[in-house]
């Protein structure tokens, strides 16, 4: 899978269109608004996952991506803002963010950063000694917290897997209707993510 062309936007413009998430199932409400967002470099020892594996083929995907935006002058790990990335044979860009992770109050009073969006990259900072930079979110409304509870422990008991088996548990949900909390980055960028596949530059 060729990267054929990147386009870099600003850590401001990235900021903007953040204020404009919506929730998946109440698109009138835009989650970050009136939220702090910032681009910050946090060590993952200080990050709560909320996922409890990782998919081999998926570290594999980021490890490639990473190699191909290094040779192309981008750090996967220091985007400074966002990236289109145009992959040959397609002609809509695909939106690379930085890990998304916000500020949570837990039941217990406790104040953690869970991990939102970029699990595997994170995953992957985590087992490379990176320190990766994030968009750090603050001020979440209390009514609107993450859809599910970050693991306690850690990155202790993620689990590195081929395929999910049928019936995993891949998160503890905060409620039933769990989609009713989801941040959907697709209602503020085009093509939020990055499709299966190997990647190298053009």
């Not at 509870?149 to 202790?156: S, T």
């Amino acid at each position: 899978m060729r990267i054929s062309h990147v386009e870099h936007h600003s850590a401001e413009e990235l900021i903007t269109r953040l204020r404009n998430v919506r929730l998946l199932k109440k698109p009138e409400i835009k989650i970050y608004e009136n939220c702090t967002i910032t681009l910050e470099k946090i060590s993952t020892r200080y990050l709560y996952p909320t996922q409890r594996y990782v998919l081999i083929q998926e570290l594999e995907k980021v490890r490639d991506l990473r190699w191909a935006l290094q040779d192309m002058g981008y750090d996967i790990f220091n985007l400074n803002g966002y990236l289109d990335l145009w992959l040959n044979g397609e002609n809509e860009p695909i939106t690379l963010l930085p890990p998304v992770v916000e500020e949570s109050i837990e039941q217990d009073g406790s104040v953690i950063i869970l991990v939102n969006d970029g699990m595997h990259r994170l995953y992957l900072a985590h087992r490379q000694w990176v320190i990766p930079q994030v968009v750090f979110v603050r001020g979440i409304p209390k009514t609107y917290p993450y859809y599910a509870y970050p693991n306690p422990f850690q990155w202790e008991g993620i689990e590195i897997i081929d395929e999910l088996p049928e019936g995993y548990i891949k998160k503890w949900h905060r409620i039933s209707d769990y989609h009713t909390l989801y941040r959907d980055f697709n209602s503020a960028f085009s093509r939020v993510g990055a499709p299966r596949g190997r990647f190298t530059k053009n």
